[in-house]
Structures are given as structure tokens and as C-alpha cells.
């Protein structure tokens, strides 16, 4: 299987606090995209990384991307309550076929 | 970017029935695929819906089961056979414009649940 894995599995931090979370993948990619998905619903996309950057920001979003250890980081800074979601990374190697992480859950408390 | 809407956005139905999704683009669009999403689960890839030809199913996965169509650029439908308890997911439709480089927008979700 190429999906990839997650960690942590599940994060709870409070209002104002960062929030890291981090993605393995293991085949070779062209690009990694991070979602987000709210209550079981569809999903939001957040950020492309594609595989010759290794570094990317949008908003108070900011993803790395390591593709020596096949890896990314995504940093919300100064969460809301409304960040509250489960946050998916996603990898891209042929035609777009997507291969989703196992997830992260993200509780921000108010 | 695209809008993407599914139908229905739920069901409920009895084992050994069969459920048509439909998924409807606003624009059109390169690719079109199909994922399952098991509760507290992560997506997995079903298929990839070809436009005017048989759709790729990933491993795992199989025709007879997952019959897909693709008749034009914007829709696409998935059927799930014969259902069990199992098939119990949310299945999601998602699109995309260019192979490799872009960014894939994911309809709303069609919650099954299947008794």
C-alpha cells in the first residue's frame, strides 16, 4: 500500500497554542497536498507542496517537506477553535492518484 | 477550482440492495475518482472513472462490485453491489484537472449505512 501514516493519531491543545502535525510517506511522490476535513465530511484543501520545494506558508499554515526522509510537517500557528478537524496528508505519484495518510485529529479547545 | 456536488448525501439501506452516487462537476474536468472512507478511517482510493471508457479500479477492488460510469467531462456515478454491513462508509467523488501537478476538490460525501 503506498498510504502513509500520520502522527500523532490525536492532538489537543488549547486556543493560541501551534499545532504540529507530521506525515510518512513511502514511495517516490511529484507532489503532497495536506486536507482538511470536518465532521466527517468532504475535504478541504489546504496546501500543495510539490517534490522540489521544501518549504511552503500559506496563511498561518506552514508545510515542509523532506523527501530524502519522505516526510512533511504541517504548523498551524495560533489556532482557533475553528481548526477543529481531522487534517490528512495526501500524495500524488502518477495521474493524480491521491494516497491519503492515516489522519490526524485535532481538538483546539476554546 | 471546482464544485463538485453528490447524491444522495445519505442513505440507509438493506443488505443485498444495490445504491447509485451520482457526482456532478461545474466545470469540466481531466480526471474524476472515487474513494471510500470506513468509519474512522482514512480515504482509500476505489477507482479512477474514465471518460468514455472502463474505469481503473486499485487493488482490492472490483468491478462487479464497484460498477462506475463516466458518460462526460462532469459526472460520473458509483454503484455499490449487493451490499453488506461492510460497505458501510462514506464515499466521496473527487476531481481533478491536470495529472501530477495539481490539487483534486472532493465532493461532500455520500454517508451509507447499510443494515
Known amino acids: 500500500s503506498q498510504q502513509g501514516e500520520e502522527d500523532p493519531q490525536a492532538l489537543s491543545i488549547q486556543e493560541g497554542e501551534n499545532a504540529t502535525m507530521n506525515c510518512s510517506y513511502k514511495?517516490?511522490?511529484?507532489?503532497l497536498q495536506w486536507y482538511r476535513q470536518n465532521s466527517g465530511r468532504g475535504l478541504v484543501h489546504l496546501i500543495l507542496?510539490?517534490?522540489?520545494?521544501r518549504e511552503k506558508h500559506s496563511g498561518r499554515l506552514r508545510v515542509t517537506l523532506d523527501t530524502s526522509k519522505k516526510s512533511s510537517s504541517l504548523l498551524i500557528t495560533a489556532s482557533r477553535a475553528a481548526d477543529t478537524a481531522s487534517y490528512f496528508c495526501?500524495?500524488?505519484?502518477?495521474?493524480?492518484?491521491?494516497?491519503f495518510g492515516s489522519g490526524t485529529k485535532l481538538n483546539v479547545k476554546p | 477550482s471546482a464544485v463538485i456536488s453528490q447524491k444522495p448525501s445519505r442513505d440507509i439501506c438493506q443488505r443485498g440492495t444495490s445504491l447509485t452516487i451520482q457526482c456532478q462537476v461545474d466545470?469540466?474536468?481531466?480526471?474524476m475518482f472515487w474513494y471510500r472512507q470506513q468509519p474512522g478511517q482514512s480515504l482509500t482510493l476505489i477507482a479512477t472513472a474514465n471518460q468514455g471508457s472502463e474505469a481503473t479500479y486499485e487493488s482490492g477492488f472490483v468491478i462487479d462490485k464497484f460498477p462506475i460510469s463516466r458518460p462526460n467531462l462532469t459526472f460520473s456515478t458509483l454503484t455499490v453491489s449487493n451490499m453488506s454491513p461492510e460497505d458501510s462508509s462514506i464515499y466521496l467523488c473527487s476531481a481533478g484537472y491536470v495529472s501530477g501537478q495539481e490539487t483534486q476538490y472532493f465532493g461532500p460525501g455520500t454517508r451509507l449505512l447499510v443494515l
Open positions: 507542496i510539490r517534490s522540489n520545494e
Open positions: 466545470s469540466q474536468v481531466t480526471m
Open positions: 495526501a500524495t500524488a505519484r502518477d495521474f493524480n492518484k491521491f494516497y
Open positions: 514511495t517516490s511522490i511529484n507532489n
